[in-house]
């Protein structure tokens, strides 16, 4: 048998990898790897991209697909045999990859290539390969070379690690609770914690911090007691202050911001933020910040009028004349109940994930004239789903759905590339894109289909809009493919557009079924979810602000002397209008901005929904009385925007779509914000 990790003829062969097949494998990789970056840096090789590409590229797209697998086991499959096997490959890796990027010999050839000799995608893709030589380090020379690449190989590992403490925090943390403590908790929710007692041999009902049991427990639970022990857990998390103190992030914290910010210094920045945003659409820091409080200022009085209400209902309707920090999601709900008379655990018997998806494919298939298919591949977990995608019964794509949440998966929802477009240089083959789909939704129980939340259904639109802009892409050039070489604040875009249908009764009546009587969702609870859709829109775009504002002030003040609590009690102070309690560490489970990506990138999200939100009015604009989409404008935007991938700067492809520069307009009449400024 030969080792799976090694066979790329087509799929991974994710039911066949083993722990044992990592090193193996990665060792092979990384020395054809090697051998590639030694032939095409010699002094006789031309300085061609497309020889380059056939020597170089071929060989470290195997490695990145191979560790891309391993990588993607270790989130949605975690064991301790994996993660060993995956965390001792993890420095050879990374120092490849530093390597790499920071060779000068490299970047020279890079530098030489004739720009006459390339196609207007190549050109693109050399244009950022260029800037990221600079941005990885390879003009930097001697001692501050290796104390670069000693940094890049240090923050992996502690990422890594952060990652792994957050993962293995939520999954230590339980507590069992009796019929007399379950009251107002969903009897789905609770089937679930019956089932994970009894599974250890417990009476009662086994609660977790996995999002499928916390949330509805913090939204619905009439014992205060019980709110406050979840919310506790949840907010010390991978702390100081949590029962597992091994799981501590404390001191990463500070070690990531101070590596990342001599990083910055030995490039010649003063910060990483700075950085940060040289491969980004916004300017600067400061840019960022400006349009941060900007939004803040337009927010805050919806945000303050938001809160002045929960106070006032929960003192006259709930007897609570000072709300806790763990009171304030069931306060709420309930409010949201009684102004609007549904609950989301109605909403939700409508939403089961087979009629969900169906409804899904159908707006993607008539909006973008394509085919979705399910199909056979082999998979990690049984739940796991595998589809093609179809152009007049030719293969534009693929993609695997991981729905389920589970012991041993990340929380969170996120899409993957398995591999890219990408018209090979070594077969002279146009390779498809594949990607992976993942959310943390409940599983079914009793043998019913899996119910999903409204904000399930808008992740699970949120992450197929993300695997669109990968798979539907007519991008030959692998650099600058799909979701390759997008700006990472305009990474969104085409993820949060697709969130608005969620919000349509012409696509929502296609997606709902009656859990119990296939009934589809009324219209009149339709309606009354519509004018809920707004409901705090002030507070939670405080709460994203929030988010992002303080990881612009960690990755732009001196990392020496930072105190990551005092920074964000110092952005409460700017723009909060409701202050958790001392004891919430959310910085210590903020694994987007410490171990995902997204460092000195956070604002992106509200950044890209001005993108979105502008890109969708085009949709409104030329639909019909009845709801129907422009196939036209659907072709237009596909062409613009998910086609051209990372081709062109983002700008140039939302101009090319709406003929003009984004505004802030239509974010704030979606968001219900639009009156006041």
């Given at each position: 048998m030969t080792n799976p990790l090694l066979d790329f003829s087509a799929l991974p062969l994710f039911d066949r990898i083993t722990p044992a097949d990592v090193e193996p494998a990665i060792a092979q990789l990384l020395q054809q790897a090697d051998a590639a970056l030694l032939t095409v840096t010699q002094d006789d090789f031309p300085a061609d991209w497309v020889r380059i590409s056939l020597v170089l590229d071929t060989a470290t797209e195997q490695l990145g697909r191979a560790w891309g697998a391993v990588s993607h086991l270790q989130s949605v499959a975690d064991t301790p045999e994996l993660r060993a096997a995956y965390n001792a490959q993890l420095p050879k890796v990374t120092e490849f990859w530093t390597r790499l990027g920071a060779n000068e010999a490299l970047y020279a050839k890079y530098k030489a290539i004739r720009p006459d000799s390339l196609n207007p995608?190549?050109?693109?893709?050399?244009?950022?390969?260029?800037?990221?030589?600079?941005?990885?380090?390879?003009?930097?020379?001697?001692?501050?070379?290796?104390?670069?690449?000693?940094?890049?190989e240090r923050q992996a590992e502690i990422s890594?690690?952060?990652?792994?403490?957050?993962?293995?925090?939520?999954?230590?943390?339980?507590?069992?609770?009796?019929?007399?403590?379950?009251?107002?908790?969903?009897?789905?929710?609770?089937?679930?914690?019956?089932?994970?007692?009894?599974?250890?041999?417990?009476?009662?009902?086994?609660?977790?911090?996995k999002m499928p049991c916390y949330m509805p427990v913090m939204q619905y639970a009439l014992n205060s007691a019980v709110r406050e022990k979840m919310y506790r857990a949840y907010a010390t998390r991978a702390s100081e202050l949590s029962d597992h103190l091994q799981f501590d992030n404390s001191a990463l914290l500070i070690e990531i911001l101070q590596l990342r910010e001599e990083e910055a210094q030995l490039l010649g920045y003063d910060n990483h933020a700075q950085v940060s945003l040289a491969s980004k659409m916004a300017e600067s820091?400061?840019?960022?910040?400006?349009?941060?409080?900007?939004?803040?200022?337009?927010?805050?009085?919806?945000?303050?009028?938001?809160?002045?209400?929960?106070?006032q209902f929960a003192a006259d309707h709930l007897q609570l004349s000072n709300p806790h920090a763990w009171d304030w999601t069931f306060v709420g709900e309930k409010l949201k109940?009684?102004?609007?008379?549904?609950?989301?655990?109605?909403?939700?018997?409508?939403?089961?994930?087979?009629?969900?998806?169906?409804?899904?494919?159908?707006?993607?298939?008539?909006?973008?004239?394509?085919?979705?298919?399910?199909?056979?591949?082999?998979?990690?977990?049984?739940?796991?789903?595998?589809y093609r995608i179809e152009r007049q019964s030719q293969l534009v794509g693929q993609f695997y759905l991981d729905p389920g949440a589970r012991q041993g998966k990340r929380g969170g929802a996120w899409m993957d590339d398995v591999r890219a477009r990408w018209l090979r240089p070594d077969t002279g083959h146009l390779q498809t894109p594949v990607a992976h789909l993942v959310c943390n939704f409940a599983e079914g129980i009793n043998g019913q289909p899996p119910l999903l939340t409204h904000d399930d259904v808008i992740t699970l639109f949120h992450e197929c809009g993300h695997g669109l802009h990968h798979m539907l892409t007519q991008v030959n050039e692998r650099?600058?493919?799909g979701i390759s070489g997008v700006e990472w604040d305009a990474v969104e875009l085409?993820?949060?557009?697709?969130?608005?249908?969620?919000w349509e009764w012409s696509v929502l009546?296609?997606?709902?079924?009656?859990?119990?009587?296939?009934?589809?969702?009324?219209?009149?609870?339709?309606?009354?979810?519509?004018?809920?859709?707004?409901?705090?829109?002030?507070?939670?775009?405080?709460?994203?602000?929030?988010?992002?504002?303080?990881?612009?002030?960690?990755?732009?003040?001196?990392?020496?002397?930072?105190?990551?609590?005092?920074?964000?009690?110092?952005?409460?102070?700017?723009?909060?209008?409701?202050?958790?309690?001392?004891?919430?560490?959310?910085?210590h489970s903020f694994s987007h901005i410490f171990a995902g990506g997204y460092a000195a990138g956070y604002y992106s999200y509200k950044w890209a929904e001005v993108l979105s939100a502008d890109a969708y009015a085009a949709f409104e604009e030329s639909s019909t009385a009845d709801g129907q989409h422009s196939v036209e404008t659907g072709r237009r935007y596909r062409r613009a925007i998910l086609e051209a991938g990372g081709s062109r700067p983002a700008m140039a492809s939302f101009k090319a779509f709406r003929g003009r520069e984004p505004n802030l307009d239509a974010l704030l009449r979606h968001q219900g914000m639009a009156h006041q400024s």
């Open positions: 995608e190549q050109s693109h893709a050399r244009t950022l390969a260029l800037r990221n030589f600079v941005l990885s380090g390879a003009e930097l020379s001697g001692l501050a070379k290796e104390r670069f690449a000693a940094i890049q890594q690690l952060f990652s792994e403490h957050v993962l293995d925090a939520t999954d230590a943390w339980s507590m069992t609770i009796t019929d007399d403590d379950a009251a107002g908790i969903p009897s789905d929710v609770l089937d679930t914690a019956r089932a994970l007692a009894l599974a250890e041999g417990q009476n009662g009902y086994k609660l977790t911090l820091p400061e840019h960022v910040v400006g349009f941060l409080r900007d939004l803040a200022m337009r927010a805050k009085p919806y945000a303050v009028t938001d809160l002045a209400e929960m106070r109940q009684a102004r609007y008379a549904f609950s989301d655990l109605e909403v939700k018997a409508y939403f089961t994930a087979p009629k969900v998806l169906e409804g899904l494919f159908k707006i993607v298939e008539t909006l973008f004239e394509v085919a979705i298919r399910q199909d056979h591949a082999p998979v990690w977990h049984p739940g796991v789903l595998f650099d600058v493919s085409p993820s949060q557009f697709m969130e608005n249908f969620c009546k296609h997606m709902t079924a009656h859990v119990d009587t296939g009934e589809p969702l009324p219209r009149a609870l339709f309606d009354k979810m519509l004018a809920a859709k707004n409901f705090q829109s002030g507070l939670q775009t405080l709460r994203q602000i929030e988010f992002s504002l303080l990881d612009m002030y960690l990755h732009t003040l001196p990392a020496q002397d930072i105190r990551v609590l005092d920074v964000l009690q110092q952005v409460r102070e700017e723009v909060a209008v409701m202050y958790p309690p001392a004891f919430n560490r959310m910085p």
